[in-house]
């Protein structure tokens, strides 16, 4: 989805920045802040959307792909990540939980999808597993895997459970948008089933 050149050209700029080991927010094992611990061994920093050249027109594009489907600008920072070898993401999911303080969830609400840019893969290891879906995805440089976090009714989706697989050689890099699901009017999905029209839910959340 996104230009093998424009991946490289933001490699670039993810390297320039502070890389260093990072605050989890998001929960795996029902944790739901920790500092760098088991569950995620990797490098990474917290980026502006527009806080580089090559980050801002990524952005734009993916929104221009991704269309009325999801309002990126209500996405929180980048969060770019680069596993080493050895590096992981162990299984987690990305919603977060309503009764941790200081997320920010009242203001903006949860993270309602998440939008997975991989700027440069691993030459060994690292794919990106849904074990619940039993799903394990190779992704290529400039590939882009997106979800919903969450049921229309409104309820976490477990089986969005998700990790980075162990990197065995080379470097991985990957740049998410967490998506919170305040202004996300234009999103709104609707059809004839009857749990589409639950949709206040989205938004309470
Ligand atoms: O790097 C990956 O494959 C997974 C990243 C991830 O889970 C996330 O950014 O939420
Ligand atoms: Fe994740």
Not at 49 to 54: D, F, I, K, L
Not at 178 to 192: G, I, Y
Request: some cysteine; hydrophobic content about 40%.
């Amino acid at each position: 989805m996104v230009h093998r050149r424009m991946c490289k050209r933001a490699v670039v700029e993810a390297e320039e920045l502070q890389l260093k080991a990072l605050m989890i927010s998001g929960h795996a094992n029902g944790s739901a802040a920790e500092p760098t611990s088991t569950v995620r061994a990797a490098n990474g920093t917290w980026l502006n959307h527009r806080g580089r050249p090559n980050f801002a027109r990524i952005h734009r594009n993916l929104q221009f792909a991704i269309g009325n489907a999801l309002n990126l600008e209500a996405a929180e920072p980048w969060q770019i990540l680069s596993y080493n070898a050895n590096g992981y993401y162990a299984p987690h999911y990305d919603y977060l939980d309503p009764n941790t303080k200081g997320v920010g969830i009242r203001e903006d609400g949860n993270r309602i999808a998440t939008v997975l840019l991989i700027l440069q893969i691993a030459k060994k290891g690292g794919t990106t597993v849904f074990p619940n879906l039993d799903l394990n995805i190779r992704p290529k440089a400039g590939d882009v895997i997106v979800w919903i976090n969450f049921e229309t009714s409104g309820n976490s989706n477990a089986r969005t459970l998700h990790a980075a697989c162990p990197i065995k050689e080379g470097v991985k890099i990957g740049a998410t948008l967490w998506v919170r699901s305040k202004k996300q009017e234009l999103s709104l999905p609707c059809s004839l089933s009857e749990d589409h029209f639950l949709t206040d839910n989205f938004f309470a959340s």
